[in-house]
């Protein structure tokens, strides 16, 4: 499968942004989807991941509240709703595909998309 992420950008503090994410090719309803973001100058990181059959998500501690997860079937997208913005979500935000993975680390995750850019201004 492919992915392509889109919709980051710059935005103030406080603000609000969503992140799409495009696959081509089936989704089956084991895999798992995820969001993971590199700050510059960190090693990627996890942010959230959905289960694509049953919908159920998790989230890193630093975004959960502030941050949705959640996917269109129809559409094969996967989406990020990111609220409540701080400077510290400043970072290239990917998605990524695991076959079957519940898992907050990267390996497991198998297809990646180009990365989109996000910039939180204080």
């Known amino acids: 499968v492919q992915l392509q992420a889109s919709g980051g950008g710059l935005v103030q503090a406080g603000g609000a942004l969503s992140l799409s994410c495009a696959a081509s090719g089936r989704i089956f309803s084991s895999h798992i989807m995820g969001w993971f973001r590199q700050p510059p100058g960190k090693e990627r990181e996890f942010v959230a991941l959905?289960?694509?059959?049953?919908?159920?998500?998790l989230y890193a501690n630093s975004v959960k509240g502030r941050f949705t997860i959640s996917r269109d079937k129809a559409e094969n997208t996967v989406y990020l709703q990111m609220n409540s913005l701080k400077p510290g979500d400043t970072a290239v935000y990917y998605c990524?595909?695991?076959?079957?993975?519940?898992?907050?680390?990267?390996?497991?995750?198998?297809?990646w998309g180009q990365g989109t850019q996000v910039t939180v201004s204080s």
């Open positions: 990524g595909r695991s076959r079957s993975e519940y898992s907050i680390r990267d390996l497991h995750y198998d297809s």
């Open positions: 959905i289960r694509w059959g049953t919908g159920s998500t």
